[in-house]
């Protein structure tokens, strides 16, 4: 899907479920692909992604990378970056990485993704359309997360960063892009606990 010039850059996550089902064991993957976790390692030397865990939107060796971080949370509401939006204008926004601050992100889970949007696991979709963001909102509102910005790496830059240890990849989990985790727990999950190797990407929870 082309990325559309609209000022207002959405990912978007919603939720028809009540509740987003328990994080289970981590299950380490070897190859970053789109939909995979990216969590860092406690030797991350950039302090920006030091415990992280990012969700992979897209792995191409000639578009490069693009991810959404999950669990750094902001002091800033919609209202402070989006003040005409409508309603729901009180939802807190998240980091979601150092590259286009100045936009907004969004995540949504749909059996039918929408139009303008992109799947990334399961029925997790995210988009790059306004008109989606306001349509969730008025719909959805209490089952939205919202970032600024993103994490983006050229053509090859992950993987030379994996090849260094910077980061561990995981199969990705719903409870992890949107459960109620406090930040360093969220991290601690998949650092500290066993984890299982699965060799060849396999289908996320």
Known sequence: MPYLCCGLFVLLFSLFANAAPPLT????????????????????????????????LEHDAVRGTLGL?????TDLTLADAVPDLPSNNKLALGWGGP??????????????PPEESTPVFANIVWSASAKVLQAVLAEQ????????????????????ELVHGGWQLFQA????????NQPVELWRH?????VQVLAQFGRSI
């Open 99 to 112: 590259v286009s601050r100045e936009h907004l992100f969004m995540l949504l889970q749909a059996a039918e």
């Open 173 to 180: 989990q719903t409870a992890a892009v949107f459960g109620d």
């Open 25 to 56: 064991a981590p299950i380490s993957i070897n190859q970053p692909a789109k939909g995979v976790l990216l969590v860092a390692k406690r030797s991350m030397p950039d302090p920006r992604f030091q415990q992280t865990v990012i969700l992979l």
């Open 190 to 194: 998949f650092i500290d606990a066993p």
């Open 141 to 160: 509102a209490d089952k939205v997360r919202v970032f600024l910005g993103l994490a983006s790496w050229a053509p090859g830059q992950l993987d030379n």
């Open 69 to 73: 971080v999950l669990n750094r949370p």
